[in-house]
């Protein structure tokens, strides 16, 4: 995951077929994602 994050991806899918709980899974996902992409981001540059 930190290399796909310095490479600059931007989405990250978590697939589940047919989760008991899909609103478990969504969690359980996100909290993953969020404890192992602590990469920051360079600031966007204005237009």
């Known amino acids: ?3 796909a994050a ?3 991806v931007h989405w ?3 697939e589940h077929d047919q989760p008991r709980d899909p609103a478990k ?3 359980t996902g ?3 994602l969020r404890e ?4 920051s ?3 966007r540059a204005q237009r």
Do not use: K
């Not at 192992?36 to 990469?39: W, Y």
């Open 25 to 27: 899974v969504i969690q």
């Open 36 to 39: 192992h992409l602590t990469v």
């Open 1 to 3: 995951l930190p290399a």
């Open 6 to 8: 310095a490479a600059g």
């Open 41 to 43: 981001h360079p600031a």
């Open 12 to 14: 990250y899918i978590i």
């Open 30 to 32: 996100a909290d993953y």
